[in-house]
């Protein structure tokens, strides 16, 4: 009996897989203060409008 394991578990190990090596690059670092820049510009934008 070979049992076979789900197509799911695998497409997990892969999604796990992809995220862990993102999440240990610099780049996610980069775009997260990116972001943070975006959003705090946004905000300055959006207050000097009124």
Not at 1 to 16: D, K, L, R, S
């Amino acid at each position: 009996m070979n049992p076979t394991p789900a197509p799911t578990t695998e497409i997990t190990t892969v999604t796990t897989g992809i995220v862990q090596s993102w999440v240990n690059t610099p780049m996610v670092v980069a775009l997260l203060f990116g972001l943070a820049g975006g959003f705090f510009i946004a905000i300055l934008v959006l207050r000097r409008r009124k």
